[in-house]
Every structure is written in C-alpha cells, then in structure tokens.
C-alpha cells in the first residue's frame, strides 16, 4: 500500500497539502498557549510610597550617663546625608537600664545593669507609607523592631514601643486673641501695632494687628476649701494683643511653636525689642491669603495714580487685611454707548481709569466658602478694598491661588 496514490493523497484520503498545513497550525498551538501565559501575566501592583509625618515612640537602651546628657528635646535626626527628616519631641525620666537572658528551657529572667541607663523618647519623623505599612529610612516600623536615629551629637539605636501615628500637617496664618499680663508700666511702651514676630531662629512668623488700652493687672488666689477671690496689682498691668501667627495644624489642632493653642494656655511671644509670655483668650480665627484679580471701573485720574505696589487693605477696625501684589493693567476706562441708530459701540473715555489689580487678601473659610472683608470672594463678586489713601469697590475677576 502507498502512503500517496496518484492523486497526491495520503493513504488515499487526505490531501497532502491539506494535511501539512493541518500539521502546520497544530504545531502553532504551543507557540500561542506559551505567548499567550508570558504576555498576560498577572502584573504585581506597584506601591508608590508616600511621604509622611510620623510620631512614634523609642526606647533608647544601654547608654551611659555620660551618653545621656548629649540627648535633649529639639535634637534635629538626619539622614544619612545629613538632610534634617526629624525631631525629638519629648523625653522621659532615665531609667536603670533592663534586660532579658534567656536561661534556656523557655526560662527567660530579666537582669538589670546599674551602671547602664534607658530612656523613651517621642520623636516625629518624616517616613513613608508603602503597602499600607511605615517605613523609616528604608525599614518597616513595627512594635519591637530596631531603628536607628542619628543627630549632629550623637548616633543611636533604639527599640519601637508603639505603633507609629501618621501626622497630617499643614502651616497656616490664625489670629490669636492674647493677654500680656504682670507687665511693669515701662514696658508697655515697646509694644505696638506693627511688631513682627519671630521664632527661636529669628525668623519672621507674625505680626501685631492691634492692641488695647492697658489695665491694671488682676489675678486669682485660691484660699482652700473651693474660695477663689479676685485680686489687683496696682503697680502692674495687663493688656490684651491681636496677633496674626503662623501656626501649625496637626489633626486639626492648632500647634505655635510646637505648643498646642488652648483657651487658657500660655504662649510665648518673641520680637526684637521684647519677650513676654501671655494667654489665650479665645478659640484661634484661621486666615488664608489668596491672590484675587479685581477690577475697578471709572476710577478719577488722582485716585488711579495713587494706587501703589505695597498699598495695605485695612478693615473697619484698621487691621490689615490685604496688600496690592501687583498693577496689571491701568487704561482709560470703557463705557457702552448707543448712536442714533441703536446701535451699541464701545469707546474710552478720555479722563477717567480702569484699573486692574492682583491682591494678596486674607481670607477666612467659613461654611467652605471664603470670605475678604466680610464679602464672599467668587468670581463675578464686588469687594471692597480701603486703604489710608483710597476706598475702592471693584469686581473680581478671577481667584489665582
């Protein structure tokens, strides 16, 4: 029996070139099953981290008492280049340092070294979250795991003694509302509107918007047994400040200087002519400076000219609320008239000015909704913008930042 008959067909029923080109597809099947499984593989997510603030708890174990004293509040924790990702917040007492050995057998026994000491410290870092966990320079942060922390005195190892709590910080200007009080009456004369407020590095942080007559300074004596009585010191005073601060807010808290506003808490206020502490007499008022373009229409020529880089916005009560950035455009002004055949034309009158500004105003947030000067900043709106040398009422033109 032949494999091909005379007709080209294999065992006399299957066309040869039939049968090579079924061989031929047969043969693709591995060829896409193997493409198919290497180009449809499951793609591993990808975990961008994010930065984060992060306060966690360490214990530092087995230092000397000379180790000790180089450990303070405000150390600044750098990274391995040196770049600044963290500080310590706060410390406990020292304590005598502890152990455990393991004595075999599941026997563990704690031992303690007197001439070693341990100390927990809160600290708030920069970190990332990856994969819904804490990393600090690189590591995961558990409860028990080891982190390195490292300063411009001294390098560490410690252990975490609690979850790591991330932190949702943002700077932001509040006036505060603050009693200087158990002033002498000679110093009341270094403090005015306008003082500027500085950090522990000298840096400007706020300003002082206004100030109130002085009183004599009154305080409170606790006699026991629940009597509280009232008493005056004749020979000093008190006086009550509005501020205008840059503060942090932390898990919508309010943080100055790193201390938390309270009604009732005290706070330190630092300008380079005076250093007092005061109270804070009422809940902080949140501020934001957004950039707004208005527009001011049919303005006369002495008053267009007038209008200056710098000029300050003030409020009824003479506070500064705002500051000409910058004049965009100042140009006679337009007027829509109609001719004789009903028409409407636009032309320029030949005296008076438009004048277009971009403002820095300070604006607070109330019901989601911003507000300058008690009027509602949106586009289309008119505001007021008064000055020691103007009052002018303009439309917004457009809200920039």
Known sequence: MRFIDEKGRLFGKVNIIDFLVIAFLFSL?????????????????????????????????????????????????????????GEVLSIEEPSVHSYAVDLGGGNIVSRQDPNRRQVLLKARILGEIKNNSFFYKG???????????????????????????????????????????????????F?????????????????????DDPSVYSYTVDLGGGNIVSRQDPNRRQVLLKARVLCEIINDAFFYKGEKILIGSK??????????????????????????KVK?????????????????????????????KSIVSNDLSEVVLT??????????????RDVVLMIEALCRKRNNALFFNKQAVKVGNSI??????????GTILSIEK
Do not use: W
Not at 151 to 157: A, C, G, I, L, V
Not at 173 to 189: C, F
Not at 303 to 323: F, L, P, Y
């Open 29 to 85: 099947a591995p060829m896409v099953y193997f493409g198919y499984k290497l180009f449809n593989r499951p793609i591993a997510p990808v975990s961008t981290p994010i930065n984060f603030t992060i306060d966690l708890y360490c214990r530092l174990q087995d230092l000397t008492p000379e180790q000790l004293k180089f450990i303070s509040v405000g150390d600044i924790l750098l990274d391995d280049a040196g770049n600044n990702i």
């Open 139 to 189: 590591e995961k942060i558990l409860i028990g795991s080891k982190v390195n922390l490292k300063t411009n005195k001294y390098t560490s190892e410690g252990i975490i003694e609690s979850e790591p709590k991330s932190i949702y910080s943002r700077l932001e200007l509040l006036e505060l509302n603050i009693m200087l009080k158990h002033m002498h009456q000679n110093d009341l004369k």
């Open 339 to 352: 001719t004789t055949e009903g028409n409407m034309v636009v032309t320029r009158v030949p005296i008076n």
């Open 384 to 393: 007021l913008f008064s000055t020691d040398k103007y009052d002018l009422n």
């Open 267 to 292: 706070v330190n206020l630092k300008t380079n002519k005076y250093t007092s502490e005061g109270i804070i007499e009422s809940e902080p008022k949140s501020t934001l400076v957004q950039v707004i």
């Open 191 to 211: 403090i005015s509107v306008g003082d500027i407020l500085l950090d522990d590095a000298g840096n400007n942080i706020g300003e002082v918007l206004s100030i």
């Open 296 to 324: 001011f229409n049919n303005l006369i020529p002495e008053v267009a000219n007038s209008i200056s880089v710098g000029d300050a916005g003030r409020d009824q009560e003479g506070n500064i609320i705002g500051k000409v």
